[in-house]
T-cell receptor, first 115, second 115 residues
Framework: DAGITQSPRHKVTETGTPVTLRCHQT?????MYWYRQDPGHGLRLIHY???????DKGEVSDGYSVSRSKTEDFLLTLESATSSQTSVYFC??????????????FGPGTRLTVL | AQKVTQAQTEISVVEKEDVTLDCVYE???????LFWYKQPPSGELVFLIR??????QNEISGRYSWNFQKSTSSFNFTITASQVVDSAVYFC????????????FGSGTRLSIRP
């Protein structure tokens, strides 16, 4: 199994509060991703990173920001959480980018509830 | 459009039956990669297989087999002699070569194996 951890694993917060989710990897993979999973939608990409300090938006990036100051850590921040951001959040990593087969391996997920 | 369609939302079969999960994809790229992931009730996402667009050879791994047909843009997954432990949500996914590491997921098929 790929060495990916996410913290916290569960969080309940209130509307309007900031929330930061952390993804940590021990594989030294270059690419890291944040997805959200909602019923009927499968997984949707929020943001991804292709290196330290290099990030880009996915299809559902509004209301989220990310940072990557170290290869092993990728943070997802909800600046002001809303109920629509209640979801399960998955981090993923992959070894190489566009020129590769790019299999993504997933972390265990974080269940976030915004009241 | 680039997308993945898993038309079967839920499937329920009796243990030891064979079951096929359908996946149809659309992409304008001539080079692309297809994936299957399994999400058991515990919630993690487990990588099962990756297939390159230039390799149409079918693959068998134990009770699992995959049928890739470019002519019909399909990448179907068959479980032979199903077991209760196969109960999970299964996701098909597509990464077009031009997508800069972004994977497009289908909405998933929930498979229930009854004893």
């Amino acid at each position: 199994d790929a060495g990916i951890t996410q913290s916290p694993r569960h969080k309940v917060t209130e509307t309007g509060t900031p929330v930061t989710l952390r993804c940590h990897q021990t594989e030294n993979h270059r690419y890291m991703y944040w997805y959200r999973q909602d019923p009927g939608h499968g997984l949707r990409l929020i943001h991804y990173s292709y290196g330290v300090k290099d990030t880009d938006k996915g299809e559902v990036s509004d209301g989220y920001s990310v940072s990557r100051s170290k290869t092993e850590d990728f943070l997802l921040t909800l600046e002001s959480a809303t109920s629509s951001q209640t979801s399960v959040y998955f981090c993923a990593i992959s070894e190489m980018g566009q020129s590769s087969t790019d299999t993504q391996y997933f972390g265990p997920g974080t269940r976030l509830t915004v009241l | 459009a680039q997308k993945v369609t898993q038309a079967q939302t839920e499937i329920s079969v009796v243990e030891k039956e064979d079951v096929t999960l359908d996946c149809v994809y659309e992409t304008r790229d001539t080079t692309y990669y297809l994936f299957w992931y399994k999400q058991p009730p515990s919630g993690e996402l487990v990588f099962l297989i990756r297939r390159n667009s230039f390799d149409e050879q079918n693959e068998i791994s134990g009770r699992y087999s995959w049928n890739f047909q470019k002519s019909t843009s399909s990448f179907n997954f068959t479980i032979t002699a199903s077991q209760v432990v196969d109960s999970a949500v299964y996701f098909c996914a597509l990464r077009p070569y031009s997508s800069a590491s972004k994977i497009i997921f289908g909405s998933g098929t929930r498979l229930s194996i009854r004893p």
